[in-house]
Nanobody
Framework: QVQLVESGGGLVQAGGSLRLSCSAS????????MAWYRQAPGQQRELVAT???????NYGEPVKGRFTISRDNGKKTTYLQMNSLKSEDTAVYFC??????WGQGTQVTVSA
């Protein structure tokens, strides 16, 4: 079972940027579709972005044009570059892949 650890969250002002990282264990990272999810207070967990093994990406509507998902298979790491952050982006961000257990996530707080 793959283990995932998120990092890179923090407190930023609206309009700022952050880059989140997701470090993965396992021997087949390069074959997995990776995803970022987020969960805001009082809200359901929502899909933010995905990236397939061949690099195909998709994004949820609220982050389209502002966030970029990428991966480095050699480092077994998935990234989420977040630009033009809004207060509505405040949430705990999780990475996930098939077979993973939800981890602690990393908190992103955007001040208005």
């Amino acid at each position: 079972q793959v283990q995932l650890v998120e990092s890179g969250g923090g407190l930023v002002q609206a309009g700022g940027s952050l880059r989140l990282s997701c470090s993965a264990s396992g021997s087949i990272f390069g074959l997995r579709t990776m995803a970022w999810y987020r969960q805001a207070p009082g809200q359901q967990r929502e899909l933010v972005a995905t990236i397939s093994a061949n690099g195909a990406t998709n994004y949820g509507e609220p982050v389209k044009g502002r966030f970029t998902i990428s991966r480095d298979n050699g480092k077994k790491t998935t990234y989420l570059q977040m630009n033009s952050l809004k207060s509505e982006d405040t949430a705990v961000y999780f990475c996930w892949t098939n077979g993973a257990v939800w981890g602690q996530g990393t908190q992103v707080t955007v001040s208005a």
